[in-house]
């Protein structure tokens, strides 16, 4: 079965300083990872996905994550934190192989930036 | 175009009362389904359509759940009766297929008392 585990239910940074979200997935088939953003009252937006090929993945508003299937992992980064990251962030792997809408979501991370 | 609507964005209602949901894809999204989002935690899939069909309701706690999508378009999801513990967010996405990103809705908060 697949599961997903964020580390960390609230991260705090100072705008500026580097993001990291952390990532680790289980799966029995390969993995397709999202990172979605849900900020306060709103639906869920993608910010990035790796299905195959690069393991570097670029998304939305300067955030990427790599996937590096020896650990299990799909952390999150952003270089420099605006104020306007604070939000939550969640992490998914697929339930099913090639699925990209049927997903097990991590419990979330609560993005705080301090100006 | 228009993202994913949902309606009602908020609802109240007393325990024992029947709710329902509508949730309205992006055109030509085929593939639809209903997340619960409990405070505090990931959302959690209840079902999922391809078309009118549902192809995948394991989830789907059927003794007060249930759920429609009539014609293949929008879909209602419906409780009764509710429970205190039916107390969370409801988001509807849709996806041209299960193999493509999936867009959610806004959410309805419901909150039963």
Redesign the interface.
Known sequence: AQS?TQLG?HVSVSEGALVLLRCNYSSSVPPYLFW?VQYP??????LL?YTTGATLVKGINGFEAEFKKSETSFHLTKPSAHMSDAAEY?C?VS??A??????I????TTLQVKP | EAGVVQSPRYKIIEKKQPVAFWCNPISGHNTLYWYLQNLGQGPELLIRYENEEAVDDSQLPKDRFSAERLKGVDSTLKIQPAELGDSAVYLCASSITGNTEAFFGQGTRLTVV
């Open positions: 997903v239910s979605y009252n709103q639906g869920l937006q993608l996905k969640f998914a339930d099913e090639g699925n990209t809408g049927k997903l979501f991590g419990q979330g």
